[in-house]
Protein backbone atom coordinates (compact mmCIF):
# COMPACT_ATOMS: atom_id res chain seq x y z
CA UNK A 1 0.00 0.00 0.00
CA UNK A 2 1.71 3.36 -0.87
CA UNK A 3 4.27 4.97 -3.50
CA UNK A 4 7.67 3.69 -3.61
CA UNK A 5 10.80 5.51 -3.94
CA UNK A 6 13.21 3.37 -5.02
CA UNK A 7 17.06 4.63 -5.39
CA UNK A 8 18.41 1.85 -7.82
CA UNK A 9 19.06 4.12 -10.41
CA UNK A 10 21.18 6.88 -12.04
CA UNK A 11 19.66 10.52 -11.16
CA UNK A 12 19.35 13.17 -12.89
CA UNK A 13 19.35 16.80 -11.47
CA UNK A 14 16.14 18.37 -10.53
CA UNK A 15 15.69 21.95 -12.06
CA UNK A 16 12.52 24.05 -10.48
CA UNK A 17 13.33 25.87 -13.70
CA UNK A 18 12.70 23.08 -16.10
CA UNK A 19 9.55 22.07 -13.88
CA UNK A 20 6.07 23.40 -15.37
CA UNK A 21 5.05 22.83 -12.34
CA UNK A 22 7.16 24.09 -9.85
CA UNK A 23 6.73 27.23 -7.90
CA UNK A 24 8.20 29.06 -4.51
CA UNK A 25 6.41 28.79 -1.57
CA UNK A 26 5.98 32.60 -0.71
CA UNK A 27 6.72 33.81 2.52
CA UNK A 28 2.87 34.89 3.28
CA UNK A 29 2.20 31.17 3.35
CA UNK A 30 1.00 29.54 6.30
CA UNK A 31 3.74 26.86 6.02
CA UNK A 32 6.84 29.41 5.91
CA UNK A 33 8.20 29.05 9.25
CA UNK A 34 11.49 31.61 8.01
CA UNK A 35 8.73 34.03 7.40
CA UNK A 36 10.33 36.53 9.64
CA UNK A 37 13.51 36.42 7.93
CA UNK A 38 11.58 37.63 4.51
CA UNK A 39 11.64 41.41 2.99
CA UNK A 40 7.95 40.97 1.76
CA UNK A 41 5.53 38.68 1.63
CA UNK A 42 6.03 37.27 -2.03
CA UNK A 43 9.29 36.80 -1.49
CA UNK A 44 10.40 33.43 -1.77
CA UNK A 45 10.42 31.19 1.60
CA UNK A 46 13.91 30.26 3.35
CA UNK A 47 14.53 27.17 4.77
CA UNK A 48 17.69 26.48 7.38
CA UNK A 49 18.82 23.05 8.46
CA UNK A 50 21.45 22.69 11.09
CA UNK A 51 22.83 19.23 11.81
CA UNK A 52 24.52 17.24 14.62
CA UNK A 53 27.65 16.63 12.22
CA UNK A 54 30.22 19.29 12.45
CA UNK A 55 29.27 22.32 10.40
CA UNK A 56 26.85 20.18 7.95
CA UNK A 57 24.18 22.39 6.84
CA UNK A 58 21.56 22.98 3.73
CA UNK A 59 19.63 26.26 3.41
CA UNK A 60 17.59 27.35 0.21
CA UNK A 61 14.21 28.55 -0.55
CA UNK A 62 11.07 26.12 -0.65
CA UNK A 63 9.55 24.63 -3.52
CA UNK A 64 6.05 23.71 -4.36
CA UNK A 65 5.73 20.92 -6.88
CA UNK A 66 3.59 17.91 -8.07
CA UNK A 67 4.12 14.20 -7.07
CA UNK A 68 2.77 12.13 -9.54
CA UNK A 69 0.92 8.60 -8.68
CA UNK A 70 -0.30 5.93 -10.54
CA UNK A 71 -3.01 3.66 -8.78
CA UNK A 72 -2.71 0.34 -8.84
CA UNK A 73 -6.60 -0.06 -9.79
CA UNK A 74 -7.52 -1.23 -6.26
CA UNK A 75 -10.28 0.88 -4.77
CA UNK A 76 -9.42 3.96 -6.94
CA UNK A 77 -11.66 6.24 -8.64
CA UNK A 78 -8.75 7.55 -10.83
CA UNK A 79 -6.06 5.79 -12.56
CA UNK A 80 -3.32 8.81 -11.81
CA UNK A 81 -2.63 11.44 -9.79
CA UNK A 82 -0.99 14.74 -8.73
CA UNK A 83 -0.36 15.13 -5.12
CA UNK A 84 1.59 19.23 -4.15
CA UNK A 85 4.69 18.34 -2.34
CA UNK A 86 7.44 20.81 -0.57
CA UNK A 87 10.92 20.35 -0.83
CA UNK A 88 13.95 22.14 0.17
CA UNK A 89 15.78 23.54 -2.93
CA UNK A 90 19.38 23.77 -2.11
CA UNK A 91 21.50 27.03 -2.51
CA UNK A 92 24.11 26.68 0.09
CA UNK A 93 25.26 23.11 1.43
CA UNK A 94 27.94 22.84 3.78
CA UNK A 95 29.92 19.58 6.19
CA UNK A 96 28.77 16.38 5.02
CA UNK A 97 26.38 18.04 2.10
CA UNK A 98 29.53 18.95 0.39
CA UNK A 99 30.10 14.61 -0.07
CA UNK A 100 27.14 14.26 -2.06
CA UNK A 101 24.75 13.41 1.54
CA UNK A 102 22.57 15.85 -0.14
CA UNK A 103 23.38 17.42 -2.69
CA UNK A 104 20.01 19.05 -4.45
CA UNK A 105 18.51 20.28 -0.73
CA UNK A 106 16.06 18.47 1.88
CA UNK A 107 13.01 16.56 1.47
CA UNK A 108 10.88 16.78 4.94
CA UNK A 109 10.19 12.97 6.29
CA UNK A 110 8.93 14.15 9.85
CA UNK A 111 5.64 14.28 11.43
CA UNK A 112 5.51 18.39 11.19
CA UNK A 113 3.04 19.34 8.43
CA UNK A 114 5.68 20.52 5.44
CA UNK A 115 6.90 16.78 5.27
CA UNK A 116 5.97 14.75 2.33
CA UNK A 117 3.62 11.69 4.64
CA UNK A 118 2.31 14.54 6.36
CA UNK A 119 0.95 15.75 2.81
CA UNK A 120 -0.37 13.09 0.90
CA UNK A 121 -1.91 11.56 4.16
CA UNK A 122 -3.68 14.78 4.64
CA UNK A 123 -4.86 14.90 0.89
CA UNK A 124 -6.36 10.94 1.70
CA UNK A 125 -4.59 9.37 -0.76
CA UNK A 126 -2.61 7.19 1.54
CA UNK A 127 -2.71 6.23 5.20
CA UNK A 128 -0.39 8.40 7.60
CA UNK A 129 2.35 6.25 7.70
CA UNK A 130 5.42 5.60 5.71
CA UNK A 131 8.61 2.75 5.16
CA UNK A 132 11.82 3.03 4.74
CA UNK A 133 14.64 0.45 3.92
CA UNK A 134 18.32 1.09 3.77
CA UNK A 135 20.47 -2.27 2.38
CA UNK A 136 24.56 -2.16 3.14
CA UNK A 137 24.82 -0.81 -0.41
CA UNK A 138 23.82 2.14 0.03
CA UNK A 139 20.34 1.88 -1.18
CA UNK A 140 17.11 1.39 -0.62
CA UNK A 141 13.55 2.91 -0.85
CA UNK A 142 10.47 4.87 0.47
CA UNK A 143 6.96 3.53 0.39
CA UNK A 144 4.24 6.14 1.44
CA UNK A 145 1.85 4.69 3.21
CA UNK A 146 3.30 1.79 4.46
CA UNK A 147 1.75 0.02 7.92
CA UNK A 148 4.40 -2.97 7.35
CA UNK A 149 3.91 -6.45 7.97
CA UNK A 150 1.70 -7.90 10.42
CA UNK A 151 4.07 -9.93 12.10
CA UNK A 152 6.98 -6.96 12.34
CA UNK A 153 7.77 -5.81 15.71
CA UNK A 154 6.86 -2.72 17.13
CA UNK A 155 7.59 -0.19 19.74
CA UNK A 156 5.40 3.24 20.76
CA UNK A 157 6.57 6.45 19.70
CA UNK A 158 7.33 9.00 22.58
CA UNK A 159 6.01 12.31 22.92
CA UNK A 160 7.78 15.72 22.96
CA UNK A 161 5.92 18.02 25.27
CA UNK A 162 3.05 15.75 24.56
CA UNK A 163 3.12 16.07 20.90
CA UNK A 164 5.07 13.91 18.10
CA UNK A 165 6.92 16.16 16.74
CA UNK A 166 10.43 13.67 16.21
CA UNK A 167 10.62 9.61 16.04
CA UNK A 168 11.86 9.24 19.41
CA UNK A 169 11.64 5.65 21.03
CA UNK A 170 12.50 3.72 24.45
CA UNK A 171 15.41 1.89 24.94
CA UNK A 172 15.08 -0.19 28.28
CA UNK A 173 18.46 -1.67 27.54
CA UNK A 174 21.61 -2.58 25.22
CA UNK A 175 22.49 -6.17 24.86
CA UNK A 176 26.77 -7.00 23.64
CA UNK A 177 26.60 -10.76 22.84
CA UNK A 178 24.46 -12.13 25.56
CA UNK A 179 24.87 -9.21 28.61
CA UNK A 180 22.48 -6.71 28.55
CA UNK A 181 23.83 -4.05 30.59
CA UNK A 182 22.05 -2.73 33.57
CA UNK A 183 21.31 0.92 33.67
CA UNK A 184 21.42 1.02 29.48
CA UNK A 185 17.92 2.56 29.75
CA UNK A 186 17.32 5.75 27.43
CA UNK A 187 15.27 7.39 24.96
CA UNK A 188 16.35 7.92 20.95
CA UNK A 189 15.58 9.24 18.41
CA UNK A 190 15.43 7.21 14.95
CA UNK A 191 16.90 9.20 12.64
CA UNK A 192 17.68 7.92 8.83
CA UNK A 193 19.00 10.93 8.34
CA UNK A 194 22.18 10.84 10.37
CA UNK A 195 24.73 8.57 9.36
CA UNK A 196 25.84 7.30 12.39
CA UNK A 197 24.26 5.86 15.74
CA UNK A 198 25.12 8.61 19.33
CA UNK A 199 24.78 7.30 22.82
CA UNK A 200 24.32 9.27 26.13
CA UNK A 201 28.12 9.54 27.84
CA UNK A 202 27.45 6.84 30.29
CA UNK A 203 25.43 4.45 28.46
CA UNK A 204 28.40 4.81 25.51
CA UNK A 205 30.89 4.04 28.74
CA UNK A 206 29.37 1.08 29.66
CA UNK A 207 28.75 -0.73 25.65
CA UNK A 208 31.98 0.05 24.64
CA UNK A 209 34.15 -1.06 27.56
CA UNK A 210 31.58 -4.00 27.13
CA UNK A 211 32.33 -4.29 23.30
CA UNK A 212 36.24 -4.34 23.67
CA UNK A 213 36.21 -7.05 26.43
CA UNK A 214 34.41 -9.36 23.92
CA UNK A 215 36.77 -8.38 20.59
CA UNK A 216 40.13 -10.64 20.06
CA UNK A 217 41.77 -8.03 17.84
CA UNK A 218 44.22 -5.19 18.07
CA UNK A 219 43.44 -1.92 19.10
CA UNK A 220 44.42 0.91 16.74
CA UNK A 221 43.80 4.21 17.12
CA UNK A 222 43.65 7.04 14.22
CA UNK A 223 42.88 10.76 15.57
CA UNK A 224 41.42 11.43 12.09
CA UNK A 225 38.74 8.90 12.93
CA UNK A 226 35.05 9.79 14.83
CA UNK A 227 35.09 6.46 16.72
CA UNK A 228 37.34 5.61 19.43
CA UNK A 229 37.38 2.03 19.16
CA UNK A 230 39.02 0.78 16.26
CA UNK A 231 40.64 -2.76 15.88
CA UNK A 232 43.11 -4.56 12.77
CA UNK A 233 41.61 -8.21 12.74
CA UNK A 234 41.89 -11.10 10.26
CA UNK A 235 39.47 -12.36 8.56
CA UNK A 236 38.97 -15.06 10.95
CA UNK A 237 39.07 -12.70 14.38
CA UNK A 238 36.13 -10.51 12.05
CA UNK A 239 34.26 -13.31 12.13
CA UNK A 240 33.46 -13.42 15.80
CA UNK A 241 32.40 -9.98 16.34
CA UNK A 242 30.10 -9.76 19.12
CA UNK A 243 26.79 -9.21 17.94
CA UNK A 244 24.64 -6.26 19.24
CA UNK A 245 20.91 -5.40 20.12
CA UNK A 246 18.93 -2.98 21.46
CA UNK A 247 15.26 -3.83 24.01
CA UNK A 248 12.87 -1.57 23.44
CA UNK A 249 9.51 -2.02 25.51
CA UNK A 250 7.91 -5.44 25.88
CA UNK A 251 11.26 -7.14 25.20
CA UNK A 252 10.71 -5.71 21.77
CA UNK A 253 14.51 -6.70 20.40
CA UNK A 254 16.37 -4.86 17.66
CA UNK A 255 19.31 -6.52 16.58
CA UNK A 256 22.26 -4.39 14.88
CA UNK A 257 22.79 -5.80 11.68
CA UNK A 258 26.26 -4.85 11.46
CA UNK A 259 27.61 -2.51 13.96
CA UNK A 260 31.07 -1.72 11.88
CA UNK A 261 32.70 0.15 9.30
CA UNK A 262 35.27 -2.06 8.05
CA UNK A 263 38.25 -1.02 5.39
CA UNK A 264 41.58 -2.42 4.02
CA UNK A 265 44.26 -2.01 6.79
CA UNK A 266 46.96 -4.56 4.73
CA UNK A 267 46.75 -7.38 2.86
CA UNK A 268 46.41 -9.41 6.01
CA UNK A 269 44.38 -7.30 8.23
CA UNK A 270 41.37 -5.19 7.98
CA UNK A 271 40.50 -2.14 10.31
CA UNK A 272 37.06 -1.79 11.76
CA UNK A 273 35.43 0.75 13.80
CA UNK A 274 32.62 0.27 15.92
CA UNK A 275 30.25 3.33 14.85
CA UNK A 276 28.75 4.47 18.19
CA UNK A 277 29.77 8.02 19.10
CA UNK A 278 29.28 9.39 22.77
CA UNK A 279 27.19 12.76 23.63
CA UNK A 280 26.41 15.36 26.21
CA UNK A 281 22.74 14.77 25.32
CA UNK A 282 20.68 12.97 27.85
CA UNK A 283 19.08 11.41 24.53
CA UNK A 284 20.43 8.90 21.63
CA UNK A 285 20.37 8.86 17.92
CA UNK A 286 19.64 5.42 15.92
CA UNK A 287 20.73 6.51 12.74
CA UNK A 288 21.66 4.86 9.17
CA UNK A 289 24.59 2.46 9.96
CA UNK A 290 22.39 0.71 12.77
CA UNK A 291 19.24 1.01 10.67
CA UNK A 292 20.60 -1.06 7.50
CA UNK A 293 19.09 -4.33 7.22
CA UNK A 294 15.16 -3.76 7.72
CA UNK A 295 12.08 -1.99 6.46
CA UNK A 296 11.41 0.74 9.15
CA UNK A 297 7.71 1.60 9.65
CA UNK A 298 7.06 5.48 10.95
CA UNK A 299 3.14 4.40 11.39
CA UNK A 300 2.20 8.04 12.44
CA UNK A 301 -1.41 7.11 12.68
CA UNK A 302 -0.85 4.34 15.12
CA UNK A 303 1.85 5.87 16.85
CA UNK A 304 4.82 3.20 16.77
CA UNK A 305 7.76 2.23 15.27
CA UNK A 306 8.18 -0.77 13.17
CA UNK A 307 10.62 -3.04 11.98
CA UNK A 308 11.28 -6.33 9.98
CA UNK A 309 14.38 -7.25 8.75
CA UNK A 310 14.36 -6.82 4.40
CA UNK A 311 16.56 -7.07 1.49
CA UNK A 312 15.33 -4.14 0.29
CA UNK A 313 13.90 -5.24 -2.76
CA UNK A 314 10.49 -7.14 -1.22
CA UNK A 315 8.82 -3.71 -0.26
CA UNK A 316 6.91 -3.28 -3.48
CA UNK A 317 5.73 -7.09 -4.07
CA UNK A 318 4.92 -8.14 -0.43
CA UNK A 319 1.34 -6.17 -0.35
CA UNK A 320 -0.22 -9.34 0.87
CA UNK A 321 1.16 -9.61 4.18
CA UNK A 322 0.97 -5.43 4.67
CA UNK A 323 -1.48 -4.95 7.43
CA UNK A 324 -4.85 -3.17 6.69
CA UNK A 325 -5.36 -0.61 9.15
CA UNK A 326 -9.20 0.99 9.67
CA UNK A 327 -10.02 4.11 8.70
CA UNK A 328 -13.05 5.15 10.05
CA UNK A 329 -11.88 8.30 11.07
CA UNK A 330 -11.42 11.10 8.91
CA UNK A 331 -8.56 11.33 6.43
CA UNK A 332 -6.91 14.08 7.54
CA UNK A 333 -5.12 12.56 10.43
CA UNK A 334 -3.20 15.02 11.83
CA UNK A 335 -4.86 18.11 13.18
CA UNK A 336 -4.83 21.20 11.49
CA UNK A 337 -3.77 23.63 14.27
CA UNK A 338 -1.13 20.96 16.19
CA UNK A 339 1.05 18.23 15.99
CA UNK A 340 -0.28 14.35 16.92
CA UNK A 341 -1.21 14.26 20.59
CA UNK A 342 -0.01 10.80 22.16
CA UNK A 343 -1.99 10.59 25.65
CA UNK A 344 -0.74 9.07 28.67
CA UNK A 345 3.10 8.84 27.85
CA UNK A 346 6.39 10.11 29.59
CA UNK A 347 8.02 13.47 27.88
CA UNK A 348 11.73 13.30 26.13
CA UNK A 349 13.58 16.44 25.66
CA UNK A 350 12.72 18.53 23.27
CA UNK A 351 14.29 18.01 19.48
CA UNK A 352 13.54 20.06 16.08
CA UNK A 353 9.81 19.91 15.72
CA UNK A 354 7.74 20.91 12.28
CA UNK A 355 5.36 22.58 11.74
CA UNK A 356 1.68 21.82 12.44
CA UNK A 357 -0.14 20.59 9.79
CA UNK A 358 -2.43 22.47 6.95
CA UNK A 359 -5.15 21.61 4.99
CA UNK A 360 -3.59 21.87 1.33
CA UNK A 361 -6.07 21.98 -1.43
CA UNK A 362 -4.52 18.70 -3.01
CA UNK A 363 -6.52 15.92 -4.91
CA UNK A 364 -8.61 13.37 -2.92
CA UNK A 365 -8.48 9.67 -3.43
CA UNK A 366 -9.68 6.26 -1.41
CA UNK A 367 -7.27 6.13 1.56
CA UNK A 368 -6.90 1.91 0.87
CA UNK A 369 -5.56 2.96 -2.28
CA UNK A 370 -1.96 1.86 -3.75
CA UNK A 371 -0.15 4.67 -5.31
CA UNK A 372 2.88 4.06 -7.28
CA UNK A 373 5.32 6.76 -8.52
CA UNK A 374 4.78 7.07 -12.74
CA UNK A 375 8.36 6.17 -14.32
CA UNK A 376 8.33 8.69 -16.99
CA UNK A 377 9.13 11.01 -14.60
CA UNK A 378 12.42 13.00 -14.13
CA UNK A 379 14.04 12.12 -10.81
CA UNK A 380 15.56 14.21 -7.99
CA UNK A 381 17.84 12.91 -5.59
CA UNK A 382 17.21 14.77 -2.36
CA UNK A 383 18.67 14.08 1.05
CA UNK A 384 19.94 10.50 0.22
CA UNK A 385 16.59 8.99 -1.31
CA UNK A 386 15.15 9.27 -5.04
CA UNK A 387 11.85 11.09 -5.47
CA UNK A 388 10.09 11.48 -8.89
CA UNK A 389 8.81 14.69 -10.17
CA UNK A 390 7.33 16.55 -13.15
Partial sequence: MGASLMQDRDLNEYRPSLSSTSRHLPCSHQLCDLSSECKGPKDPCPYKDQYASDNTSSSGFLIEDKLHLASDGRNAAQSSVQASIILGCGRKQSGGYLDGAAPDGLLGLGPGSISVPSLLAKAGLI????????????????????????????????????????????????????????????????????????????????VVAEFDKHVNATRITDQQSPWEYCYN???????????????????????IQNPLLTFPGSQDYTAFCLTVIQTNEDYGTIGQDFLKGYRMVFDRENL???????????????????????HSGSPNSLPANQQQTIPNTPAVPPAVAGKTSPKPSIVTASRHTSWHLLSSLSLIFIYGYLVKLM
Fill in 127 to 206: PNSFSICLNENDSGRILFGDQGHIDQRSTPFLPVEGRLSSYFVGVESICVRSVCLKQTGFQTLIDSGTSFTYLPNEVYEK
Fill in 233 to 255: ASSQELKNIPQMKFTFSKNQTFL
Fill in 304 to 326: RFGWSSSNCQDSMGDTENLTSAS
